[in-house]
C-alpha cells in the first residue's frame, strides 16, 4: 500500500509498519511541502489501526540536510517544525528514525524526536546552523544537550561539525550503526519494540545531566567562543541556548531556543552566511568570457599526477594529491631537498591520517630527482621557486617529456599565465592553479584561465581541486588574479594610514575588531615582509637612495608609501627576524609586541617627509582598507576576471580571513549600500588626488545608477556593462 501524493511518502511494509521516505531530492530539505507531508503521514500512520510501529527514512539513501534554506527569508508557510517534531516525539506507536547519508540541522532534530535513531555506518550527521548564522532551534538544542551532556552537545552545536555514525553511537546520539540497508534494519526493529511503552524514549522528558563544574564549563566555552567567533553572534547565542537546556525544564529551554533564534534569523549575520552556503556552491557553477561553462566542459580523467618542486607549497600539493587517492610522482632536483621533502611529506601524511583514523597514503607516492618519471601522467603541478624563466624552462622540460593530452598546471600567486602558456606549443592545456598556504590544509584554489586555456583543461583543474577538498573559484588572469589584486590597494591604504597618523596597532585592531583574524600588519610580519619588497623591486618601485618630502613618495605618478621597503632595508622582515611592524621576543616567535623602535621610526618619517600626523579613527581605517579593496572588486568584475560578485566572496572568506558573518567584501559592500560605497571612495579621492585605487570604478557607479540592485541581480548590470564596452 502507497501513497505517493505528498513530497512525503506513505508505505505500509512487513504488514504493520508504516514507512514514511521523506521527498525532496536532493537533500530532502524540511521545505513547507515536506513539512505538510510529514505530519499528514504521521497523522495517518498513528490513526491506522493496522500500523504497530513507523520508520522515518529519506529518499535516494539521504536522510535530510536539515530545513530548507532556500525558505528563510521568504514568507515562510507551513506547519512549523517544533510541533511536528512534539508530536512524533508524544505518539504512542514506536517511530524510528533510519538515517542514510545526512542528517543536519531540523534533519537531526527530527530524527531526535523519534523514539530510536539506526544509522547507516557511513551516515553524518551534525547541527550546522552555527554556520548559517543560526541555531538549532527545532528542539535541537534541548534535545541534544539532554541526551548526550552538555560538554558534547556545546561541542557539536557551537561548531556545526558532521560526525561519523561511529562517532555518533559513541557519543549517544544514535542507537545502533549498520552496515546494511538501514531502512530494512529500522523495519525490523520497530516491529521488535512494538507495543512497549514508548515513555522512557522521549528525550524532552530527559533530564539534562548536569557537569559539576558547571560554571566555569560555561564561562571557559563562552570565552573561547567569543574568542574565536570574532563578533559572530550565532556560536554566543549557540551557548546560550544549551545553558538553557541545562538550567531550566524543557518547555521553559524551547522558550528560551526560540527565543535567541528570533534574534539571530532576522540579524544581517544570518543572511550574510547563508549568502555564503549559496555563493560557494555556485562558484562550481563556472563559466568563461568566451561563454565556457561548466556543464557543457567534461572533464579529462586524471589517474595520475606529478608535482615538480618539492618547497613549502609543493610539499602541501603533494599531501593534497595522495589524500585524494591519486598517484602521484614527486619531483625534486637536489637531492637534499628530495630527502627532507619525503620525510615532511609522510609526516603529515601520518599525522592527517592519524586524525582521520585511517591509514596513511604513504605509497601512493613515487618520488624522483628525474623529470623524465612523469612521461606517464595526466595532470602536473609545476610549484618550483616563483620566477618566469625558470618555470618556463621546467614547462618547457614539461612538454618534451609528457604524453600528448597532458595538462600542465602552474602554482603561481603572481606570474602571467598567459605568458607561460603562449611559450608552449599546446597553450590550452595550461592553466594556473593558484594554492594557498599550507596547500594541504587551506581551502581555497584559485584556478586561472587565459584566453586559450581549453574548456576541458579549467573542468579538469576545477575537478581535481574539489577532489582535493578545495573550494575552488575559476579566475580569468591577470596581475595577482582576484585575491591578491584587491590586496593591493588594502596594504596600500594601510600604509598611507600610518603615514598620516595612524599605528599598525590601531590598524589591526580596527580589522579584527571587523572580523579579520589578524590585522593587516600582523598578517604582514607573519607571511613576512621581504616578498612584497621582492615584488616591489621587481617593479621597479624601490629607490634605495631615499629623498624626503612629497616627491619621494610618487612612483610611476602615483601616490607611493616605501614604509615597507625602509623596515626591509633594516633587515626587519617579519616574525622570521623577530622584527618588523611588531618585535617578537625571538625570530620565528608568535606574539607580536608594541614596538617602541617602529613608532620613533614613523615619528622621524612623518617629520622628515613634512606630514603633520592627524588623528585617524577605526571608521577611517575600515572605509579606507576595505572600500579601496572592494572598489577594486567591483575592477574585477569590470574586466570580466571574476565571472560575479560570489566568486569574489568566496576567495575572500576561504582564502583571506574575511569573517563570514559579514558574508564576503562584494556581499559587505551591498549590506553598507552601493551609494554610500561610492560617496566615501568620492570623498577619500578628492582628499587623496593621487592615489587611483580610491577612484570609484565605473561598475559601481553604474550600479548606483541603476537603484543599487539586490547582490544577486548584479549579473544582469556587469552583462550590460560589458555588452557596451
Ligand atoms: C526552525 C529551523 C531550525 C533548523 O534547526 C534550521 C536548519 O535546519 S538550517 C539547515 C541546516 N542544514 C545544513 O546546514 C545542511 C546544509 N547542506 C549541506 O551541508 C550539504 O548540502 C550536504 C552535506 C547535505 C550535502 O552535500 P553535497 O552532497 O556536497 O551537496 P551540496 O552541498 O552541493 O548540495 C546539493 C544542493 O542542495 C542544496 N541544499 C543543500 N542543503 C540544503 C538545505 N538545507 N536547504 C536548501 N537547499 C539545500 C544546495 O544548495 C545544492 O543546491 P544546488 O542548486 O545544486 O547548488
Not at 521516505?21 to 536532493?26: D, E, G, H, S, V
Not at 622628515?608 to 572588486?633: F, K, T
Request: hydrophobic share 40%; with cysteine.
Amino acid at each position: 500500500m502507497c501513497d505517493k501524493g505528498s513530497m512525503a511518502q506513505y508505505t505500509r511494509v512487513s504488514g504493520f509498519v508504516g514507512l514514511i521516505t521523506l521527498q525532496n531530492p536532493p537533500v530532502n530539505a524540511l521545505s513547507a511541502a515536506v513539512r505538510q507531508g510529514i505530519v499528514d503521514m504521521v497523522e495517518r500512520a498513528l490513526s491506522d489501526p493496522i500500523v504497530k510501529s513507523v520508520v522515518i527514512c529519506g529518499q535516494n539513501g539521504n536522510f535530510c540536510g536539515g530545513a530548507d534554506i532556500k525558505e528563510f527569508g521568504t514568507n515562510m508557510s507551513g506547519p512549523p517544525l517544533v510541533p511536528m517534531i512534539d508530536a512524533i516525539e508524544a505518539a504512542n506507536k514506536p517511530v524510528v528514525a533510519a538515517i542514510e547519508g545526512s542528517a543536519l540541522g531540523g534533519g537531526l532534530e527530527l530524527a531526535l524526536g523519534c523514539h530510536y535513531r539506526i544509522a547507516h555506518s557511513k551516515a553524518r550527521l551534525g547541527l550546522p546552523e552555527v554556520t548559517l548564522g543560526l541555531l538549532p532551534a527545532a528542539g535541537g538544542t534541548q534535545r541534544l544537550s539532554r541526551l548526550i551532556g552538555v560538554p558534547a552537545a556545546l561541542n557539536l552545536i557551537t561548531t556545526g561539525i558532521h560526525v561519523t555514525a561511529a562517532q555518533a553511537l559513541q557519543l549517544g546520539i544514535v542507537d545502533q550503526v549498520t552496515d546494511h540497508n538501514a531502512v530494512e534494519v529500522a523495519v525490523t526493529f520497530s516491529l521488535s519494540v512494538a507495543g512497549q511503552s514508548m515513555d522512557a524514549r522521549r528525550i524532552s522528558t530527559y533530564p539534562c545531566p548536569l557537569p559539576s563544574d558547571f560554571d566555569a564549563l560555561f564561562e571557559g566555552v563562552m570565552q573561547k567562543v567569543r574568542q574565536s567567533a570574532r563578533g559572530a553572534i550565532a556560536p554566543v547565542a549557540c551557548v546560550q541556548a544549551v545553558r538553557a537546556a541545562a538550567t531550566l525544564p524543557y518547555t521553559k529551554g524551547m522558550e528560551r531556543e526560540q527565543e535567541l533564534m528570533a534574534t539571530l534569523f532576522t540579524s544581517g549575520q544570518a543572511r550574510a552566511q547563508q549568502y555564503c552556503f549559496f555563493a560557494q556552491r555556485a562558484v562550481g557553477r563556472w563559466r568563461m568570457p568566451s561563454g565556457a561553462r561548466w556543464e557543457t566542459s567534461k572533464p579529462m580523467p586524471v589517474h595520475k599526477a606529478a608535482v615538480i618542486g618539492l618547497g613549502t607549497m609543493g610539499r602541501g600539493i603533494t599531501v593534497a594529491l595522495a589524500q585524494t587517492g591519486l598517484s602521484v610522482v614527486a619531483v625534486e632536483t637536489q637531492e637534499k631537498q628530495l630527502m627532507e621533502a619525503k620525510q615532511a611529506v609522510s609526516g603529515m601524511l601520518e599525522r592527517g591520517a592519524k586524525r582521520h583514523g585511517v591509514a596513511p597514503m604513504l605509497d601512493r607516492i613515487s618520488y624522483s630527482q628525474n623529470i623524465q618519471a612523469v612521461a606517464e601522467v595526466d595532470l602536473v603541478i609545476e610549484a618550483v621557486f616563483e620566477d618566469m624563466a625558470l618555470k618556463t624552462e621546467v614547462f618547457q622540460q614539461l612538454s618534451a617529456v609528457c604524453k600528448p593530452g597532458t595538462l600542465l598546471c602552474t602554482n603561481t600567486s603572481a606570474l602571467d599565465v598567459d605568458k607561460l602558456a603562449s611559450e608552449m606549443p599546446n597553450p590550452e592545456l595550461v592553466v594556473g592553479m593558484h594554492f594557498f598556504a599550507p596547500a594541504h590544509v587551506m581551502k581555497l584554489l584559485e584556478v586561472v584561465y587565459g584566453p586559450r586555456s581549453s574548456p576541458q583543461a579549467v573542468a579538469t583543474a576545477m575537478q581535481l581541486g574539489k577532489k582535493m577538498g578545495k573550494v575552488s573559484v575559476a579566475v580569468g588572469n591577470c596581475r595577482g588574479f582576484v585575491g591578491n589584486r584587491m590586496l593591493m590597494p588594502y596594504l596600500q591604504q594601510a600604509f598611507f594610514l600610518l603615514e598620516e597618523g595612524a599605528t599598525p596597532e590601531l590598524v589591526d585592531r580596527a580589522l579584527e575588531e571587523f572580523g579579520f583574524p589578524m590585522g593587516v600588519f600582523r598578517m604582514s610580519d607573519l607571511s613576512g615582509l621581504d616578498i612584497g619588497w621582492r615584488v616591489r623591486k621587481r617593479d621597479e618601485l624601490v629607490e634605495p637612495d631615499m629623498a624626503s618630502g612629497q616627491s619621494a613618495r610618487i612612483r610611476q605618478g602615483s601616490r607611493y608609501s616605501p614604509l615597507g621597503d625602509l623596515l626591509c632595508e633594516q633587515g626587519r622582515f617579519g616574525q622570521k627576524t623577530g622584527q618588523g611592524w611588531y618585535r617578537y621576543d625571538k625570530p620565528g616567535s608568535r606574539v607580536a609586541r608594541s614596538d617602541p623602535w617602529l613608532h620613533s621610526f614613523l615619528v622621524e618619517y612623518r617629520a622628515r617627509h613634512g606630514l603633520v600626523p592627524r588623528s585617524i579613527d577605526h571608521q577611517e581605517v575600515l572605509e579606507r582598507c576595505l572600500y579601496a579593496l572592494i572598489n577594486e572588486g567591483f575592477r574585477i568584475l569590470e574586466d570580466g576576471i571574476a565571472a560575479g560578485p560570489e566568486d569574489i566572496d568566496v576567495i575572500y572568506v576561504f582564502g583571506y580571513g574575511w569573517p563570514r558573518h559579514r558574508g564576503g567584501p562584494m556581499f559587505y559592500a551591498s549590506m553598507v549600500g552601493l551609494a554610500k560605497i561610492l560617496e566615501r571612495l568620492e570623498h577619500y579621492q578628492q582628499a587623496h588626488p593621487d592615489v587611483p585605487y580610491l577612484q570609484p570604478s565605473s561598475l559601481l557607479r553604474r550600479l548606483v545608477a541603476s537603484d543599487s540592485p539586490p547582490i544577486h541581480r548584479w549579473r544582469e548590470v556587469i552583462k550590460k556593462y560589458q555588452s557596451q564596452l
